[in-house]
């Protein structure tokens, strides 16, 4: 049977409607009222924070209000990110069953289709884990991600230009960097039009990457106009709920996560006991805004603490992260070991609760 | 109790099957809400739990709540139309009881129906297993070990 995936660009609108044509299309998709879909969208300058990221860790509210640039809560996941003109963004609403069944393989096949895409217009790109593109180092592409039911929704950006300058004024960045936040930030992003010497055609990027998706999982292309049912459904969600400033400002914490921010930048560490006894831990997660060297720093200490007593994996931890080899910037082993030893207590409150 | 492909499934509890919740009555017009290990399956291991407030009004096939599992969220919707009357506090501290225990200490929240007829479209005893089957099948489920 042929499978047809329906290529449909909304172009440039405001970044709170854009998040409600991404619910839309999930809901309208969940419910089996539309097809497989990759939908290109480009924003105004704005800031875009994640579906249950604290807005004040992330953004410089101040900063925004001043340059007029609106802020939106995005629908899926992770942190915040500037967007603007010179951003590419799409949604892939995709069945689960015509993607790799799981999701973690799904959005890595994802990505490694979009990193081929691109790598035909020249750049050298290579997927990086879990949800990023980058070009000798420098990230070009990241991604989140929305489920519910059948349906899988992969939202992701590609920097055509970066303005590091406009970017570093208004997202909170790890302070080590606050001196040289605008140098920080072009160590670790880059646009195209940087690395190809010219700014790129939007159409010919939208052309590569959904030929591609449409390569790696045996699609038949359809370009198409957003339908009545979604542009009505989208509007009827902008109104009751995304351009709502409550939406917005007040999502509600997870209290469970550890933040360390201030001095040694922000750290969030996720922990979970084991639940015969809860002095071990069964399993971690670390993310912020802080990176390692090698990257699989941080990925093989979350697998070394398994198991461990709290005390025991905080001095392992700390060890880990004092070793030589190991590099962090935007944040120090003491930061991450506090987070994890702030998470675990909080977990063991909660359960003599 | 019927377990199909590795999930298992109650068969005292209600279950609304596309959107992969259960209800279970508490004999005081209050009902109980969870996920079920399918929901679960789909989610992986969830690290945010976040509902809506005490005392909000929700409707069939919105949103009542949201999980999020690194960097991807999801939506828990309703069965039918009601009031949310409690929420279990443990989960939205400790998210992650859920993928060990979600019908027991992974409660999500109490909800009162707004109508009699609130069960209408749920599924329950013998008609668990079939319902599930043909979802699993209609959507390439592989199971809840996968």
Sequence with gaps: MTRVLRVIDTGLRPARWNVAMTAALAELHGEGRIANALRFHRYPESVLVGRHQA???????????????????????????????????????VCRRDVPAHRDAANAAI????????????????????????????????????????????QGTVLLEADIGRMAEVLKLPPDESAHKKRGLARRLVGISELLGRVPDPGAIETAVATAIAGAFGFILQTDA???????????????????????????????????????????????????????????????????????AIADLEVSLRG?????????AFAALSDASVRLRGTTGGSIVAAIVNAAEKQQQAGLS | M????????????????????????LGDGTVR?????????????????????????????????????????????????????????????????????????????????????????????????PAYEAWMDSEGFAGCAA
């Design chain 1, 226 to 296: 957003p339908q009545a049912q979604e542009v009505l459904l989208a509007d009827v969600l902008f109104a009751r709920e995304m351009s709502q400033d409550s939406f917005v400002f007040d999502a509600t914490l997870p209290r469970a996560v550890r933040t360390v921010a201030g001095r040694d930048g922000v750290v969030s560490a996720y922990v979970r006991l084991h639940p015969g006894d809860e002095c071990l831990i069964e399993q971690i997660w670390l993310t912020g805004q802080f990176e390692a060297s090698p990257a699989r």
């Design chain 2, 33 to 129: 809400a969870g996920m079920t290990p399918v929901a679960i399956a789909l989610a992986r291991e969830v690290l945010v739990f976040t509902p809506r407030r005490v005392g909000t009004d929700f409707e069939k096939n919105r949103s009542f709540a949201t999980v999020e599992s690194a960097k991807w969220v999801g939506a828990v919707r309703a069965g039918f139309d009601g009031v949310i009357v409690a929420l279990n506090e443990r989960l939205i501290a400790r998210p992650m009881i859920v993928n060990a225990d979600c019908y027991g200490e992974g409660w999500m929240m109490i909800v009162r129906p707004a109508a009699s007829d609130w069960q209408d479209g749920l599924v329950t005893g013998a008609a668990i297993g």
């Design chain 1, 111 to 154: 990505c490694e289709a979009i990193a081929a895409g691109l790598a035909r217009l020249g750049l050298p790109a290579r997927y990086r884990p879990p949800g990023e593109i980058e070009v000798e180092g420098r990230k070009i592409y990241g991604s989140s991600g929305y489920f519910e039911g059948r349906t899988l929704l992969h």
């Design chain 1, 55 to 93: 807005l004040a860790d992330a953004v410089e509210v101040g900063a925004c209000r001043a340059f007029g640039i609106e802020i939106a809560r995005r629908m899926s996941g992770g942190g915040a990110v500037y967007m603007a003109p010179g951003a590419l963004a799409w949604d892939f609403v």
């Design chain 2, 2 to 25: 019927p377990i199909i492909r590795g999930c298992n499934f109650p068969d005292d509890l209600l279950y609304d099957v596309p959107h992969h919740a259960w209800y279970k009555p």
């Design chain 1, 308 to 316: 461990l007593p709290v005390r025991q994996a905080a001095q392992r």
